[in-house]
Structures are given as C-alpha cells and as structure tokens.
C-alpha cells in the first residue's frame, strides 16, 4: 500500500471516529459572541476564568474532540490534495479572515471604499456613531477619510501607516484572504488582537447582497477591537512596533 493510500485510509478513519461524536453544538452566534468576549478581557481575568472547575467527563470528551481535529488536520495537510483543501474562516471585530490553501494571487489594482471621501479632521466625530481616536506616538495624520455610510473612518501617516476604525459589533464587512503566513495571536492594551505579517488581499464585503468587492493588496495588519469599536493598523514593520502605536491610540 503506498503513502498515499494510507493517508487516505486513515482520514476516512478519523473523518468517521469525528462524525460519531455526539458533542452538542451551540447556535453560530453563541460562539462568534462567547468568542469576542473572551478575547476582550484582559488576560489576568481569562487566567481566571480557565481555572474555573469542570466536570471531567466534559472534558474529556472535549479532549477527544481536539485530538481527532488537530490529527484530521495533520494526516490532510500531508497530502499535495489536502494542504489546498485546508481551510479556516476566523471573524473577528469586523473582519472576516479567510485561510488556507495556495497563497492568494494578489489583487491587481487598487479601488476605494464605498463612498470614501476625504475630511478635515476635527469633523470626522460628527460624520460617525463610534468614538474615533487618533495616534498620538505619530501626531496628527496627514489626511482622514470616512467611507461607508460613515461606517469607516481611516487615517493616514508618512510610510504607509494607515489606521482604520469601524463598528465591530457589525458582521464582517472586510475581508482578508491568506495563505502562509498564518495570524499570530498578541494584544494591545491587554486585549487580544492578531498581526498578519505577509502581503495579501484585502475587500469589502457589501451588507446588501453580500458580494465580495476585492479592494488592494494590503501589507502587514494589526488587527484588534477596542469595545465596540474594529481596528485595523497597517504598514508598521513589525509586530511589536504596531503594538506600541496601537498602545498610543487615543
């Protein structure tokens, strides 16, 4: 039997041993919600709440669960067939990030967002219904737009700094699309957020008919939210310099 086959045989094993496991599922809405929760507490609170008791039985079970997914995983993405078909959709203050597969071609030409129009600064406040702030470790940005609606305010800074805010209680309307590298995990502020390190696409999910509008080709992103508000911080050069501008939003 050669290594393909066997590959095969054991993800048809593994795929039958997930679907036997009777593991009650909770509504979308419940997860997207206990999720966004759980990455806006600071860490000393989940450090808390993990240390919470649960009866062992659930966690077994769960432990099962992860044990067949993260091997279901493995055995897939050793397979030239397999590491295109991994996939994963994370949605997360206002993005929907979309991952796995080949690297995606880049987006060829940039477009705007809908309706984006530039403003002076001190009238951006009136033109939306969230808090906007600013990066104060940069000073005042050379120009601000607001775009959708007044949905999305963005600011721009010297060496494609650019600073995009928006109401992240909404269901995604920006999306990314990548391949390797994966998010990394980090916070701002002592809130959880992700930095995507590679070059990839970025679009706009329009609310009525949900088609995907591709908008350009963004560089590195932080991405966070701050109460009810989504952040996109993009161009610093690395994760820890945008941590430190994210820190000086005021």
Known sequence: MSSDE??????????????????PAPPPERVAAAVRARLAEPRPARRRRERWRVARWQVARWQVVAAVLVALVAVTAATPQGRQAV?????????????????????PAPAPLPGEREVPAGEVAGQVAFPVRT?????????VTVSDGGRVV???????????????RMEPFFFKRLGAPF????????????????????????????????????????????GEVGHRLEGAPSMARAVELAGSLR
């Open 183 to 226: 998010p990394e995990e980090t916070e701002v502020d002592g809130v959880g957020g992700f930095w995507l390190r590679g070059s990839h696409p970025l679009g706009h999910i329009t609310r009525e008919n949900g088609e995907a509008v591709p908008l350009r080709q963004a560089g590195p992103t932080l991405i966070w939210q701050s």
């Open 154 to 168: 963005s600011m721009f800074w010297p060496d494609g700094i650019r600073l995009d805010q928006f109401d992240g």
């Open 135 to 143: 990066l104060t470790a940069l000073g005042e940005p050379e120009r």
């Open 87 to 107: 996939t994963a959709i994370l949605r997360y203050a206002g993005i929907e990030l979309r991952l796995g597969g080949e690297t995606p071609a880049p987006v």
């Open 6 to 23: 066997r590959f095969d045989d054991l993800e048809a094993e593994l795929r039958a041993l997930a679907g036997s496991l009777d593991v």
